[in-house]
């Protein structure tokens, strides 16, 4: 069961598991917190791992308006200094990558370490990142459910579905005309008119090779915006990497954040 953080006119849930210094998990445009579900256990042995659901989705109750990147960063900043920390790692997958990336340049005092997943760079929407994708995936939402199977191909390659079928119904039981699923969309379609380039926080971006939804290319121009970032390619992964390759990304984000941590202390020795 969550826990709820206030945070002005948004009850933010939450949960927080293990013990370390403080990881803020960001998920994708449809998911909720439960993504993170097979990954936590794999971080909390070394960090206090706080997976939480943005607004319109999950357990958190927010305003019935669409809301902004700055909005949802300035949440993301509030639940860390809520739960008593001045800053804290943050790792964000897809949409919640972009969400990441305000925080960064919004909050640069509040986050410590990030990781970028699966994303794109937070002046462009998805239409201007990808038009091609954005329309077929668009026209592919509108026709749920008979376009499930198809709209689960773009998120998780065919080999991945065979071993996972239920992921099908995923797609399948969305319901994308709900007044908040509306919402959502909306909020998907936002951007921020910053520049990667200004982000002062040491920046791990990591993509799927099979990615259909952001490919490759889009998510490593991002890092090639990022000064000083590293980069890591996931072979044979498609975009919901947390999913998919649960421990290379688990393993991934511990080295960053404990090789960077090492380099910092080393450098003020």
Do not use: K
């Amino acid at each position: 069961m969550p826990e709820f953080l206030q945070a002005g006119d948004v009850r933010i849930a939450y949960e927080r598991t293990g013990e370390g210094p403080p990881l803020v998990l960001m998920h994708g445009a449809e998911a909720n917190r439960q993504m993170f579900g097979a990954l936590v256990p794999l971080l909390a042995d070394r960090f206090t791992v706080i997976a939480y659901d943005q607004r319109d989705c999950g357990d958190t109750e927010s305003p019935a308006q669409p809301a902004t990147l700055q909005e949802l960063a300035n949440d993301a900043a509030a639940l860390v200094h809520g739960l008593g920390w001045e800053r804290a790692h943050v790792f964000g997958s897809s949409f919640g990558g972009r969400v990441a990336q305000a925080m960064a340049l919004l909050h640069p005092g509040s986050v410590d370490r990030l990781v970028l997943g699966s994303t794109w760079a937070i002046p462009l929407t998805y239409e201007q990142a990808y038009p091609e994708g954005a329309s077929r995936i668009g026209e592919l939402r509108l026709r749920l459910p008979d376009t499930a199977e198809e709209l689960a191909g773009w998120f998780f390659p065919e080999r991945f579905l065979r071993e996972r079928p239920d992921l099908r119904r995923i797609f399948a039981n969305a319901r994308p005309n709900t007044e908040r699923s509306q919402r959502r969309t909306r909020t998907v379609s936002a951007a921020l008119n910053l520049t990667p380039a200004a982000i002062e926080a040491p920046t791990l971006v990591f993509a799927g090779a099979l990615d259909r939804v952001v490919p490759p290319q889009i998510t490593t121009a991002l890092a090639d915006s990022i000064p000083g970032s590293r980069r890591l390619m996931l072979d044979d992964v498609g975009h919901v990497t947390v999913m998919q390759a649960t421990d290379a990304v688990a393993h991934a984000i511990t080295n960053f954040l404990e090789e960077t941590e090492h380099e910092h202390v080393s450098s003020r020795a």
